[in-house]
C-alpha cells in the first residue's frame, strides 16, 4: 500500500490531482445578474412575514395552545 501511494505520489507531485470537469468557474457577468435578480429586500422579508401570519394566524401567539389544553384537562377531570 504505501508504495502504490509513494508511487502516486512521485507520479503526480509536478500536476494537479483534481478532475478537468472540476476546474470551472461560471461567467462572471451572468454570475452577477443572477445575484442582482435574487437579492432579497427589507420589503420582501415583510411580505414574507406576513404571508406567514395569512397561512397560521395563531403561530405567534403562546398560550392558545396552552389555555385549551388546560380547559380540556380541567373537564376531563370532573
Same mark, same amino acid.
Given at each position: 500500500m504505501k508504495d502504490t501511494r509513494a508511487a502516486l505520489v512521485?507520479?503526480?507531485k509536478e500536476g494537479?490531482?483534481?478532475h478537468p470537469a472540476a476546474l470551472f468557474a461560471p461567467?462572471?457577468?451572468n454570475l452577477l445578474a443572477w445575484l &442582482?435578480?435574487?437579492v432579497v429586500t427589507a420589503a420582501d422579508e =415583510?411580505?414574507?412575514q406576513i404571508e406567514d401570519q395569512i397561512e397560521d394566524p395563531g403561530a405567534g401567539d403562546e398560550h392558545s395552545g396552552e &389555555?385549551?389544553?388546560d380547559e380540556a384537562f380541567r373537564?376531563? =377531570?370532573e
Open positions: 512521485e507520479h503526480f494537479r490531482f483534481v461567467d462572471k457577468v &442582482a435578480k435574487n =415583510a411580505d414574507d &389555555a385549551l389544553g373537564e376531563a =377531570a
